[in-house]
């Protein structure tokens, strides 16, 4: 039932993927989101959703990883359904929609299965760098920025060793009372936040200062792959601005 492959954890292989240049990465992913935002066309969705699917295969991630994203949003497909249903949307805007929905969380999940923890700080550094000309502290916000995003993995991580642990010892979560169920979760939260804390104190032991500027070669390095998916990505954009009659 518990598996230790959660959303939003980092999964270490060799891929085209996993080898881009993780600052393009997070432009290609506002370039996405920006599309989604605007567009209405069923045609420019589709091109990205094949995009989409490409970007899936050629991370070498197992399959069964985003389609446990896509089964978890089950429940917003039917909401969106209803909502559709009641404001008498077309089967096709209705398509759009879920679409939208599915691409949005299925990126999110190559961006972070493809992106060490590491490499997410610099990326995000390096966008908010422009800010630093106000002097603020892009540096700490990219780093709790990017605890926030890891705290659900490190929570089902969490989860699932004290589910094992207890299954050991011969307790089954599925027998326990709602009482003990709530009070396993708090635990769950309780352990979570110390992990979290622990890993906090580890970055001070090896000297990571958020104030100090950092670089690193690999992640610098912009590759031929680096410049196709961005080109790939533009070209979506320019296909809606085509679509929408705006040049």
Known sequence: MYTRSTF?????VDSVIHNLNPIIKLVNFLLIVLLLILTKSLYVVLFITMLLIIMILQS?????????????????YLLLAFICSYFGLSFNEY??????IVIFFEYIGILSYTTSPSETIYS??????????????????????????????LYQ?????????????????????????ISLHF????LSRLKSKQIMKENELKQYNVSKYRTNLRTNKVSFNDIFFLIFHLMLMYSYLIEGGLI
Do not use: D
């Open 8 to 12: 939003g954890s980092y999964y270490p």
């Open 95 to 100: 398509l759009v929609y879920l679409l939208k």
């Open 60 to 76: 070498r991630v197992p399959l069964h990883n985003y389609f446990s994203i896509f089964y978890s949003l089950r429940y917003i």
């Open 187 to 190: 635990n769950t939260k309780r």
């Open 124 to 153: 995000i550094e390096k966008f908010l760098s422009l800010f630093n000309i106000f002097y603020l502290n892009v540096n700490s916000f990219a780093f709790r920025l990017n605890n926030m995003l890891r705290y659900y993995p």
């Open 157 to 181: 991580s969490v989860k699932y060793n004290l589910y094992i642990s207890s299954s050991q010892r011969g307790i089954v979560y599925n027998t326990l009372s709602i009482p003990k169920r």
